[in-house]
Nanobody, 123 residues
Framework: QVQLVESGGGLVQTGGSLRLSCAAS????????MGWFRRAPGKEREFVAAITWSGGGTYYGESVKGRFAISRDNAKNTVYLQMNSLKPEDTAVYSC????????????????WGQGTQVTVSS
């Protein structure tokens, strides 16, 4: 089992920035691709970003490319999501997840999920 706990959400104005963190514990963090997903009210869960175990591969959803950056610190068992130039449409609950596949951009590939952290962008 891998336990995931997100933090760093909050309220920010349009154009602002936030950095989300996801701390992993339990079974080894190693070998897992880590991803971020979000779910806005009344919408389907959406892929945001993913990063491979080595950090050498990163993938982004179209709506966040150029604004968000995913990174990880394996020594700290933590993955981050730096969110810049935030827009009201970025408002959602953001969840991190862990997948055994090297390239994982769909939620069905992910085995472990955190509870999520709320991000609200005011206009």
């Amino acid at each position: 089992q891998v336990q995931l706990v997100e933090s760093g959400g909050g309220l920010v104005q349009t154009g602002g920035s936030l950095r989300l963190s996801c701390a992993a514990s339990g079974r080894t963090f190693g070998g897992y691709t880590m991803g971020w997903f979000r779910r806005a009210p009344g919408k389907e869960r959406e892929f945001v970003a993913a990063i491979t175990w080595s950090g050498g591969g990163t993938y982004y959803g179209e709506s966040v490319k150029g604004r968000f950056a995913i990174s990880r610190d394996n020594a700290k068992n933590t993955v981050y999501l730096q969110m810049n130039s935030l827009k009201p449409e970025d408002t959602a609950v953001y969840s991190c997840a862990a997948a055994p596949d090297v390239i994982a951009t769909t939620q069905i590939q992910y085995d472990y999920w955190g509870q999520g952290t709320q991000v609200t962008v005011s206009s």
